[in-house]
């Protein structure tokens, strides 16, 4: 159990680390649109901004269950 709940884990920090690449790249997009560089971000980055952080919120919530489910059988009332 102990094994599910590392991976449970490691999945949400690489989503999450894909995630916080995504949010970046549309945070430098929005520079560059304020400072008159380039046009606005496109709608097809807001989605895959969207997409990642929601995948991302998933595994933590499976990660935080599994985590929970591990302490509950580790240390029993």
Same mark, same amino acid.
């Given at each position: 159990?102990?094994?599910?709940?590392?991976?449970?884990?490691?999945?949400?920090?690489?989503?999450?680390?894909?995630?916080?690449?995504?949010? @970046?790249? !549309? *945070? $430098? /997009?929005?520079?560059?649109?304020? +400072?008159?560089?380039?046009?606005?971000? &496109?709608?097809?980055?807001?989605?895959?901004?969207?997409?990642?952080?929601?995948?991302?919120? @998933?595994? !933590? *919530? $499976? /990660?935080?269950?599994?985590?929970? +489910?591990?302490?509950?059988?580790?240390? &029993?009332?």
């Amino acid at each position: 159990m102990l094994e599910r709940s590392q991976q449970a884990f490691e999945a949400w920090r690489a989503a999450d680390n894909e995630a916080r690449a995504k949010e @970046a790249r !549309l *945070a $430098q /997009a929005w520079q560059g649109f304020f +400072a008159h560089e380039s046009p606005a971000p &496109p709608e097809k980055l807001f989605l895959e901004v969207s997409r990642a952080r929601t995948q991302a919120n @998933a595994k !933590l *919530a $499976q /990660a935080i269950a599994r985590m929970g +489910a591990q302490l509950k059988a580790d240390h &029993p009332r």
